[in-house]
Structure formats: C-alpha cells, structure tokens
T-cell receptor
Framework: GAVVSQHPSWVICKSGTSVKIECRSLDFQATTMFWYRQFPKQSLMLMAT?????????EQGVEKDKFLINHASLTLSTLTVTSAHPEDSSFYICSAPGPTATGELFFGEGSRLTVL | DAKTTQPPSMDCAEGRAANLPCNHS???????VYWYRQIHSQGPQYIIH?????ETNEMASLIITEDRKSSTLILPHATLRDTAVYYCIVSGNNRKLIWGLGTSLAVNP
C-alpha cells in the first residue's frame, strides 16, 4: 500500500519558537493532504486540508496564522507551528487519500510536539 | 456525515475472533462505513470499508446489516498486536472523516 511519512516523529521546543513538521507521500502523488491534532485520550481533530499549489483550508477555530501549512509539491506538505506555547503540545498527524474518492486514507506515523 | 456509536472498550482472548460493533442508524444511502485502528502513539491504520455488501480482506471482515444501520468488524484470530483503538466512521467520501472515541480493544494472552 501507499506510504506516508512524517518527520520528525517527536520534537521538544521552547515556548515562543516555531516548529516545522513535514509530511511526505513516498510512492504516490497527493494533491490533498489532511492535518490532524490529537490530545491525550481524545480523538483526532481535523485542523486543515492542504492543497497542492493553493492555500490550505482551515477548520473552524484553527488559527491559520499560527498553524502555517505549505503544500509546495505533489509529495510534500509542511505544518509550521509558530510561536509555540505549552498548550500546543499534542500529537500531530497527516494523511493523504488514495487514488479513489471513497477509498482509504493513508496516515503518517505522527509527530509528538512538546512545548516547554 | 452520520454519527456512529461504539462501545468504549472490549476484551478478547488471543486467538479468538474479535467482533466489534458499530451503530450508525442515521446513515444515508451514499455513505460508506470505514474502519480504522490506532495503536498507541501511532498514526491510524486503514482496515476496511464498505457500502452495502459484506467485505473481507487480509485484515478483517466487515458485516453490514441489510438496513445498513449497524455493522460489525470481525478480526478472525486476534493477536496481541491487534490491541488498539478501533474507529468506525461513516462518510460519503474519504475526505473529511469525523472521528469519535472508538472502541479500545484489549487482546489478552
């Protein structure tokens, strides 16, 4: 099956700094990618939809200036958490759809962010 | 998208079949039933999906009732590595899936 890879798998940063998380589709092209956030013992919450060559679409309540998304190529989307604060500490996951509109989503391994 | 209801937790003995139920009484005609699972601290993994007919793949079987208001995911021979949170999601496409809390399945030796 298709593979989606995230990097880094975990990161610790100081409050006020910015952190970039990469999501790559390794063996297929993804014009769309999805970014989720998951707090402990909670479910996945969709943050935004990343679109290759155009602006991302953010879900209600997600600050687009804080969570910068760039989808510059058909195999790479990045999420930058700007001016991170401890409340941004979470598990960030990306996914990309397969070739069919009703088929499976392929997920990255997730990136655990801890802001001190 | 229609809402789903799953038991919060289940136990299963290793080697036995694990049957995970899901209620989706408000499902509409063009919505699929998707099953994913998430092992602790990993990204979710696709298991199976279906529309009306029962489906089977190398991981599991999906049984959908005739009225499509409920379904059951069957892991035929559960192993310890199947311990995970299992999510049942109903959606018309694979784009904006709404994730509930799922069923935490514990496979015991």
């Amino acid at each position: 099956g298709a593979v989606v890879s995230q990097h880094p798998s975990w990161v610790i940063c100081k409050s006020g700094t910015s952190v970039k998380i990469e999501c790559r589709s390794l063996d297929f092209q993804a014009t769309t990618m999805f970014w989720y956030r998951q707090f402990p013992k909670q479910s996945l919450m969709l943050m935004a939809t990343s679109n290759e060559g155009s602006k991302a679409t953010y879900e209600q309540g997600v600050e687009k200036d804080k969570f910068l998304i760039n989808h510059a190529s058909l195999t790479l989307s990045t999420l930058t958490v700007t001016s991170a604060h401890p409340e941004d500490s979470s598990f960030y996951i990306c996914s990309a759809p397969g070739p069919t509109a009703t088929g499976e989503l392929f997920f990255g391994e997730g990136s655990r962010l801890t802001v001190l | 998208d229609a809402k789903t209801t799953q038991p919060p937790s289940m136990d299963c003995a290793e080697g036995r079949a694990a049957n995970l139920p899901c209620n989706h009484s408000t499902i509409s005609g063009n919505e699929y039933v998707y099953w994913y699972r998430q092992i602790h601290s990993q990204g979710p993994q696709y298991i199976i999906h279906g529309l009306k007919n029962n489906e089977t793949n190398e991981m599991a079987s999906l049984i959908i009732t005739e009225d499509r208001k409920s379904s059951t995911l069957i892991l035929p021979h559960a192993t310890l590595r199947d311990t995970a949170v299992y999510y049942c999601i109903v959606s018309g496409n694979n784009r904006k899936l709404i994730w509930g809390l799922g069923t935490s399945l514990a496979v015991n030796p």
